[in-house]
């Protein structure tokens, strides 16, 4: 045969070490990785490595645990005295020399004349702005008033106590047909209008202890608690006949006062009566039962304080007989 001139054999060899160069570095590498000597792990004992609470602090030591991590470059540092972006709107942007900045001006609705002023209430703030208003009750305890605030129409519950309030108008309540507890305990009332109260519908609470009172107003006949303890009411303070038309009267608290008497006729559904402390001398024989009804029995009427009075209760014994207990008093 022919022989292949010394030019083509050195072509082949050229191919040949271009092919082997042409395979991946990387197959290159994993082939030459030697094997893993498996004999250096003969030695460990893995049979008893289980973690457990008792074992967790002699498996790992994290004594040294801050040292190893450094947060310090972390935290983002913030430049003290910094000021805030300037405002885009140019209203509100400062000139130099301004400490302030200007209140952007409102501009009236197109079309519209200059807003009419809001009314401002009696004194010079919504009852809300200086009361407590949550839902349908306001609390104004300890507000510093002199006067009933102008009310939300919708107010059930009213609580303005430990005020300075002297006087009680009757246009202090106009309009709140759903008004159904009013406590002006320990204010300085000395005076309330007739009418303050007597065109409440839904009154059945009116609280004024610890007041200057003289003389109680007309009230509602949808009343079932009145306490006007500790004022200065008198035996002409409460008008004939008044709370017997109260038929709805259950809590009747006038302790701490100067009535010289019982005011009678008192309401059947009655079941409190708190004289105590008064000036009460004489009982009249009709003051809690009829006379004229022997078989009568009022069991509603459970509780009569007539304690801290002049009158002594055994001269009386017709004044209740027809009583479930005996009043609690001098006999």
Sequence with gaps: GRRMCPLGWL???SLCLGTLWAVPAKGRRKAEKPKADLTLYENLDLDNYDLTLDNYGEILDLSNYEELYDYGDLVPK????TLAPRSKDPETLLEPGETTARTPKL????????????????????SCLLCLCLSTSVYCDDAGLEQIPELPLDTVY???????I????ASDFRGLEKLKRIDLSSNSISWADVDAFRLLPSLQELLLPENRLTALPELPRSLVRLDASGNRLGSAGLSSGALGNLKQLQFLHLSDN???FIPVPLPESLRSLHLQNNRIQAMHEDAFCDSREQGQIRRALEDIRLDGNPINLSLFPSAFFCLPRLPTGRF
């Design 166 to 169: 002297r006087a009680i108008r």
């Design 258 to 260: 100067q009535l010289d």
């Design 107 to 126: 501009q009236p609705p197109s079309g519209a004349g200059p807003t009419p002023a809001a009314p401002i209430p009696r004194q010079g703030l919504p």
């Design 78 to 81: 913030i430049e003290v005295g």
């Design 158 to 164: 009213l609580y303005a106590r430990f005020n300075r």
């Design 11 to 13: 072509g082949l060899a």
